[in-house]
């Protein structure tokens, strides 16, 4: 059989229209998902380097759990075990929210961590030597250079939680994979279609990682 | 000679301990305001651990330590004793430790602020004054990373002394320097010592110390091997180890 292959680039803009719907939800789950990441990335990242062990030792195991197990099982157990749990079922849209919640919010722990750890300890010193309690050392002099120094792994893993989305197409979300799978089962035209789910990702990843790079220059005076 | 109640710093049979090391043995240190006490030794023989004790950065396992009137406790059990001290007490460190993120007034301003409550604009009157004295106040906008390593440690002495506090302490505040950036600050501290502030220092800058220092403080291997005003303890010298540490710093 011959190779009768011929690329249609009309079909990759006929399908604009049709992929655009999904936009909103890729966008809404996945950061919908990492502002709640980021705060459950706060709180176990900051019990993690807690003096206390039995403050430590539940933060291990999140980040454990859901740093070691895949995404998309994570979110299918969400989407169709919990529900046995709860008796009633969940919203796709919730349970794609709820999964990239806890994944990212495993990273961004260590994110939390390490950028806190990398703080000198003279800083440290030199609060409490002024007389600031531990607390105020941490809130005006140890987070704001810690959260400096999270920018560029933050910004990596909104990235990756964005590509992540793109497993929810099997729970049915109509995100941006779900809408070009849709069209393509009418149009049969995989490989254009598929082409411009990508870009439209990497529209979405690149305009994030421009964002990033001006936040991180602003936040360079005085380092 | 001194009366014991008035003394800022009464430090009596101090003892710590790293893990196995014995780093402070039955230290007996006592300060009167208005004095300047020069602290030297060899590298590792406990001297910084000494003055860092008395803002409470390192625990003691044994012994007493009253600062101001507030007694701290072995093994950091102090609680609001060590906060009152420490509010009291402005340290200075090798290696500045000054906030990157924070501009030079506001380094100066946070812990006025923050601590002793004070409102923005006296914050910033007093920080201004401060850096006058030690001659920065043309960079009062700058960022710590923006300065020389002198100007740095100017600034580091002005946030200190921003606190109004009633007894600096000084860890090693030109080791870290270029040799010219030195005698600046070595000058405000002198300039400092001057004006009565009562003064622990660790340094290697022996003239300096001959200079300033009311009482010079040997330390060795971490006991006091030998104490007495700068003419004394650098001239006559009555321990060997003073003596063979003498010669090996003054050789130079």
């Not at chain 1, 950061?31 to 206390?52: K, N, Y």
């Not at chain 2, 710590?16 to 240190?29: A, E, W």
Request: aromatic share 8%.
């Amino acid at each position: 059989m011959e190779p009768s292959f011929e690329f249609n680039w009309e079909a990759t803009i006929n399908s604009i229209p049709h992929l655009l719907p999904g936009i909103p939800y890729t966008l809404l789950i996945s950061f919908g998902g990492l502002a709640i990441g980021f705060f459950i990335g706060i709180f176990f990242g900051l019990l993690r380097i807690s003096p206390l062990r039995w403050l430590r030792w539940p933060a291990i195991v999140y980040v454990e759990v859901f740093r070691g197990t895949p995404i998309l099982v994570q979110v299918l157990f969400i989407f169709y075990g919990l529900p046995q749990l709860l008796g009633s079922p969940i919203n796709a849209l919730v349970a794609g929210i709820a999964a990239i919640a806890v994944n990212s919010g495993a990273y961004i722990s260590e994110i939390v961590r390490g950028g806190v750890q990398s703080i000198e300890r003279g800083q440290r010193e030199a609060s409490l030597s002024l007389g600031l309690s531990r607390t105020q050392a941490f809130r005006y002099v140890i987070w704001p250079q810690a959260f400096r120094r999270m920018i560029p792994p933050l910004g990596n893993q909104g990235i990756i939680s964005i590509k992540d989305t793109s497993l929810f197409s099997v729970i049915g979300v109509g995100e941006l994979v779900r809408q070009g799978q849709v069209y393509i089962a009418s149009t049969f035209t995989a490989m254009e279609v598929y082409l411009m789910v990508a870009i439209m990702y990497l529209a979405i990843t690149w305009s994030l990682s421009i964002i990033l790079r001006q936040l991180e220059n602003k936040g360079l005076v005085g380092q | 000679m001194n009366d014991n109640a008035q003394q800022i710093v009464r430090m009596q049979q101090l003892n710590k301990h790293f893990g196995s090391l014995h780093v402070l043995k039955n230290i007996d240190m006592h300060i009167t305001p208005g004095e300047v006490v020069v602290v030297i030794g060899a590298s590792g023989s406990g001297k910084s651990t000494l003055i860092r004790c008395i803002n409470g950065l390192e625990e003691f396992q044994s012994g007493s330590l009253e600062v101001d009137g507030n007694e701290l406790l072995p093994n950091g059990k102090s609680g609001q004793a060590l906060q009152t001290i420490r509010t009291e007490v402005g340290m200075v460190f090798q290696q500045f430790n000054l906030f990157p993120h924070l501009s030079v007034i506001d380094n100066v301003t946070l812990a006025p602020m923050k601590v002793r409550g004070w409102n923005r604009s006296d914050a910033l009157e007093a920080a201004k004054r401060l850096l006058d004295r030690v001659g920065i106040a043309d960079q009062a906008d700058k960022y710590p990373s923006q300065l020389s390593g002198g100007q740095q440690q100017r600034v580091a002495l002005a946030r200190a002394l921003a606190m109004e506090p009633r007894l600096m302490l000084f860890d090693e505040p030109t080791s870290a320097l270029d040799p010219e950036m030195i005698g600046e600050v070595l000058d405000a501290m002198r300039e400092l010592a001057k004006e009565g502030m009562t003064m622990v220092i660790v340094t290697h800058e022996m003239g300096f110390a001959r200079e300033v220092a009311d009482r010079v403080v040997f330390i060795h291997q971490g006991e006091i091997t030998e104490e007495g005003p700068p003419e004394q303890l650098f001239d006559k010298p009555r321990h060997e180890r003073t003596q063979s540490f003498l010669a090996r710093v003054l050789k130079h």
